[in-house]
């Protein structure tokens, strides 16, 4: 089980914090980081300490439930702007992923309504605590039964390309498109992995091979300007990447790089997957031309391992997403089943189940 | 005038040699590589010392040249043997490059003809050593004519998109894809340039930024992952790429990722370019499957900056060129005019000018 955040309880001497694994570190290092006030679980999610949408999703709803338990208010007005506040930082920190407001939103809801019952502060403590820990194990169990939706859809043998990291890293555990490959290899399909690199974050070399080599998957690294080349090839038989917002026309919003990866397995006739917990469709968000992307800093590009590669005075761009058209998408894997074009009712009666 | 590669007549106290810009250091220290024998450019070559299919054929050429220069053979039986050697060492550094054995046909030709005739040798030596220094400013005359014919395509304004470097730094100077943009600069046009950084080599963040900037040409940096996205969003008007060894068919082997960039172009309507000087077309070679691919080492993908960035067992792929079908390609742009398809016919018809 890769720890990739983990809930610890307060103690006689200590309060309550959020151990998070050092993303940045990996693949060299096993470190943690150990966020003890909301304004810190912020900082390690804008500093990608923890990345990817699941991930982030519930290090957002434990954020605020730490916020929350953390608080020396002793009236429900006075908690009540300190909760305003706390949910406006935790949002301010990235805004692609709708994970991050979803796991916001969980919380809050459940604050406002114990608020307006006028619940004691501790019982509203315990309460906001138990559910940012529930959605933590709701995010596991939902990745496993989406990667057995997904485990049926991939072959019974050959290399499934991947790019970024939807692995267990980016979740709880288990991962949405790793873990569907997971998934598949616990079927008994013989599967190998391509992962891309993923400039300029390098989540394919330092995430998903990292965890792909702790579980004996056979994992081959390629640049993300080979992907093309093996298809080209006949050496990949199906891509699968995760998602950090769907809308709900299924128009994706992905790392950086997926929509090349579309373009090019829909000209090779490859199958292209998407796997994603249903709650990073946002059905507030009507099509991919809604969806905010991302610019990072220039450093992520311009240094690498802290050693400047490139001439002084070029220019940077660096969005952190892009999105996939639905055209692409050969189907979109949720833990409440396959979903295929057309997606606004795929999507639309998956929602009503 | 960038120095990318130059023959250093010998001297009273010391022979001829090749000087060459280090671009194993670019961007960051201009050093040079003196080569005094055949062996030394054979090094120069494979280590990437010099790169880019122009200026290999021209270092082949002079390494052909510096090795019959240096020759102590007093008859012409032994310097027939050892020209052989020198001849099939320089061949054996890089394969995909057709322009290295082009280089060294040319030397290796006019010897021959000298040798059958008896020439005495200190003249053989004086006409291989002229021939070679002639390869180098017709590389640089056809490059210009190649560029003044690319410029008429390029848009009054706007965004051009290249991989990898097919620059002055690929070539005895100007270049090709480059030496077309700076064609289209000098006609007064309004081009800036969107440079992918081109894995793992990094051809582009190192070479084709640096030299760009050195020339005042407005550049960005993009990760290979991104030229998708900027396509998408209208960004990019015209791709220009170099060549490694066009097949008689118009098939273009070139840069790993040149092949998805293509695709790409074509998904978005945008027209593909491949610029190089008419000795990259291999009238031997019937198509793209009969060029050979070189496979570099891991190292390239797993180090950066001599630190290694991916976790130890993971597998490495690294094939250095990928082979784009002629139908992904608007032109190929010549010292000999604006190739278009049918191209079997448009390349015939120009070798015979």
New interface residues.
Partial sequence: MIPTLEWTPAGVNFPASIRFLDQTKL??EETYVLATTYDEVATVIRDMIVRGAMAIGVSAAMGVALGIDRSTATDIPTLNKEVAVICDTLAATRPTAVNLFWGIAQVRDLYNQLAAANTPIPEIKKQVVALAQRLYDEDIANLRILGAYGAALLPDSGTILT?CNAGALAACGYGSALGVIRAAIEAGKKIDV???????F?QG??LT??EL?KDNI?????????????M?QGRIKAVIVGADRIAANGDTANK??T???A??AK?HGIPFYVAAPFNTIDPATPNGAAIPIEQRSARE?TH??G?????T???????AF??TPAKYITAIITERGVLRAPFTDSIAKAATN
């Fill in positions: 693949p060299h790019h391509f992962a891309d690199e993923t400039r300029p390098n070399t330092r091979a990292w080599l056979p994992t081959t690294l390629i640049c993300d300007n080979m992907a093309g080349y093996f080209g950086i790089g929509y090349s990866v373009i090019l000209e590009v690498v391992n050693v400047q590669v490139t001439p005075g070029v220019g940077i761009q660096n969005p892009d999105v």
